[in-house]
């Protein structure tokens, strides 16, 4: 129950952006005896969200070891990889994790991410829709605002050719 309890605590200070309380949280969960995949790939998180992007590398990895089916560290893998130019890779790896978890909304939003660097603005307006439908406060939030908009500008791209360099 200790556990789940700060792991909960680790992924809420994330969230709301103490990326140091967090790491520290889940931290301790990783260095408590036999940690679970899970864990690892929050620690993860924490790691990428403080811009340790190798050790969190090394985190997700680790928990894939423990459990391939692990959603979070495919999802940050797709990050990674997506922040070395393996775009297609990463696309791979996140479609794994929306597979694994379709509830979980930052999933999608990867998804919607790399989808746009690709230039596939249809399937980016889409993955980040279905982001905003998974959030809570779709309505209200600065979040759901700015997907908003986001759609709206990938919309605009429908029937133009992307990256085109007129004459």
């Known amino acids: 129950v200790r556990r789940r309890a700060r792991a909960g605590l680790a ?6 952006g103490d990326f140091d309380a967090a790491r520290n949280q889940a931290e301790a969960l ?3 005896p036999s940690p679970q995949a899970a864990l690892y790939s929050l620690y993860g998180d924490t790691l990428w969200a403080v811009g340790l992007f190798d050790e ?5 990895d680790s928990a ?14 797709a990050r990674s990889l997506l922040a070395h130019s393996r775009a297609d890779e990463a696309m791979a790896e996140a479609g794994e994790a929306v597979t694994l978890a ?20 249809d399937e ?15 309505d209200r939030s600065e979040k759901a605002l700015w ?21």
Not at 56 to 60: C, K, L, P, R, S
Not at 124 to 138: E, K, V
Not at 152 to 163: A, C, N, Q
Request: charged share 25%.
């Open 102 to 121: 379709p509830r979980d909304a930052e999933f999608h939003h990867t998804a919607g991410v790399i989808h746009e660097r690709q230039h596939r603005y």
């Open 124 to 138: 980016a307006a889409a993955a980040f829709a279905n982001y905003l439908n998974l959030l809570p406060d779709r």
């Open 30 to 32: 990783v260095k408590e």
């Open 11 to 16: 992924l809420s200070l994330l969230r709301v």
């Open 64 to 77: 894939l070891g423990l459990d391939g089916g692990d959603a979070r560290a495919h999802n940050g893998r």
């Open 147 to 167: 997907t908003r908009a986001e759609i709206r500008f990938l919309d605009s791209f429908k029937g133009r050719t992307p990256v085109e360099v007129v004459g």
């Open 56 to 60: 969190a590398e090394q985190a997700y």
